[in-house]
Nanobody, 116 residues
Framework: QVQLVESGGGLVQPGGSLRLSCAAS????????MQWYRQAPGKQRELVAT???????NYLNSVKGRFTISRDNAESTVYLQMNSLKPEDTAVYYC??????????WGQGTQVTVSS
């Protein structure tokens, strides 16, 4: 059974930091690219960051230099370190494999709210 469980969100002031985690099970984690997406109210879900199985990373332009995606294959977990947070980063954040995986469904996500 494929399962991805996101955690680590919360309320933070502008300029603050958060570290999101996504624990995966039921997938060949170490062989897959992993991605973080986000969806703000009234907006489409957008791709924020990708880390390949080999550790190559790619980012949405608006988060470059502020966010860092990483992975721990031993723990089947992908992380998103978010620094210098801005109000426009407010969204529900989700993770998913970067390729088709049978049985995948979006998780519940984790809410990130950046506000003073």
């Amino acid at each position: 059974q494929v399962q991805l469980v996101e955690s680590g969100g919360g309320l933070v002031q502008p300029g603050g930091s958060l570290r999101l985690s996504c624990a995966a099970s039921g997938i060949p984690f170490s062989r897959l690219s992993m991605q973080w997406y986000r969806q703000a109210p009234g907006k489409q879900r957008e791709l924020v960051a990708t880390v390949t199985s080999g550790g190559i990373t790619n980012y949405l332009n608006s988060v470059k230099g502020r966010f860092t995606i990483s992975r721990d294959n031993a723990e089947s977990t992908v992380y998103l370190q978010m620094n210098s947070l801005k109000p426009e980063d407010t969204a529900v954040y989700y993770c998913r494999p970067g390729a088709f995986v049978a049985g995948f469904n979006w998780g519940q996500g984790t809410q990130v709210t950046v506000s003073s």
